[in-house]
């Protein structure tokens, strides 16, 4: 397994595909897709772009269906829910098919969209991504954070490096994809124990604490307490993996 850290979907290398790609958006997107999965949703789908979301959700009943919309942190209004993962209660989603459009995370998902296996990642289920990855081995892997507006975020480089800690031997350069590797790594090992204090010091989780969402922090900084994860099945659609 090559393992590659890229901090957005800009930085990406042009015309080419990992056999793997682990999309990251811990504040919030990737958190709420698999809360609403592990929650019993039947599916999610993303898009990029919320007309296009608008008119594939319109043709399901209104009773199968939920649409999911946020920029800049706030709901979009034409839309039944925000991106918080703490609106994704069983009693809300179970059963339903749900729609999402996001600043960055669904760019994310888009850009990788083709490859043969898309996985969406945060720290609520890290673990359950990692012994997948250990059990596939896949001959190439991106860890893919969605940073903001097409900068570096903290909060998703630090899930890459949890992920890529258990994964890479550092003495083993076959595995090292980028320098960005080693540096998530690094980032991981400085705040393993302190999560939430990272997240309240990267400007998004700033942002998000202006919009008084601070349970949502909270909740994103808990480390493994789901055991699935969102797969993508058809091209922008994930099911659960258990
Ligand atoms: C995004 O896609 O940028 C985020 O998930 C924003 C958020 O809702 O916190």
Redesign the pocket.
Known sequence: MKISVYHTPESTPANTIPECAIVI?V????T?IGTALDNGAKSVQAFSDIDLLLAESDKLPLESRLRLG?R??KKVDSCDL???PLDCSSEVVKDKQLFIS??????SLQRVQSAKTVIAAAIINYGAVVNYLKEHKPATVWLLG?G?EGGYSLEDTVCAGAIASELVNLSNLDEIGNDEVISAIALYRQWEDNLLGLFHLCS?GQ??LKLN?DD?LKYCANKNIISTFPLQSQKGIFTIHN
């Open positions: 958006d504040l919030r997107a990737t709420t946020e800049g942190g925000g991106n918080s996001t600043t960055n995370g669904t760019r969605s903001w998004h942002r998000l969402l949502d």
